[in-house]
Antibody, heavy 121, light 110 residues
């Protein structure tokens, strides 16, 4: 059974860089059938797609976040990472990592449990 | 800044049926498959429907999906208290080269 687990600091200061990692187990991140993505959810609000990456390194980012987001993949460790720079309080959210299935209508079929990141001094 | 529009809430009595609409445009729903996600309180979203109307293994047939033009609909029949959750539609957007979500709908079982 595929599992995704987010990790990283739960508290980040304004103007600094948020960094999270998603460890994938029970399957290979190098599969050609999937992208790997980040989704966030501010407290009490809806879901927002942050971006996705393919095992080759190709990335797709939310246009509204593109200037601040970097997603990378480490196939040797079977994990991928998110960096969001110049954070403000509006970046406070639960961050989820998920698998995006290319050949099933681009659905997000497996999700991590999520990790809350608070931006505060 | 959700691109897909859903009603904020729907409700019905146990055993009844609810439908949730998801309205988009030609670049997302009109051009790509729609998925639906269920988010129970305090948990991560879970895939409920993919490719407009297919259910992953383990999802009961009380949940169904459909799509017409630039809109999609999720139906839940035989409503149960355990179905109380937030539901989101999602789809690729060909113009944005992005994945977009709906605004979300809270289902309440009366």
């Amino acid at each position: 059974q595929l599992q995704l687990q987010e990790s990283g600091p739960g508290l980040v200061k304004p103007s600094e860089t948020l960094s999270l990692t998603c460890a994938v187990s029970g399957g290979s991140i190098s599969s050609s059938s999937y992208y790997w993505g980040w989704i966030r959810q501010p407290p009490g609000k809806g879901l927002e797609w942050v971006g996705s990456i393919y095992f080759s390194g190709s990335t797709y980012y939310n246009p509204s976040l593109r200037s601040r987001v970097t997603i990378s993949v480490d196939t040797s460790k079977n994990q991928f990472s998110l960096k969001l720079s110049s954070v403000t309080a509006t970046d406070t959210a639960v961050y989820y990592c998920a698998r995006l299935a290319k050949y099933s209508g681009s659905c997000l079929d497996y999700w991590g449990q999520g990790t809350l990141v608070t931006v505060s001094s | 800044q959700s691109v897909l529009t859903q009603p904020p809430s729907v409700s019905a009595a146990p055993g009844q049926k609810v439908t949730i609409s998801c309205s988009g445009s030609s670049s997302n729903i009109g051009d790509n498959y729609v998925s639906w996600y269920q988010q129970l309180p305090g948990t991560a979203p879970k895939l409920l429907i993919y490719e407009n109307n297919d259910r992953p293994s383990g999802i009961p047939d009380r949940f169904s999906g459909s799509k017409s033009g630039t809109s999609a609909t999720l139906g839940i029949t035989g409503l149960q208290t355990g179905d109380e959750a937030d539901y989101y539609c999602g789809a690729r957007d060909s113009s944005l080269s992005a994945y977009v979500f709906g605004t979300g709908t809270k289902v309440t079982v009366l």
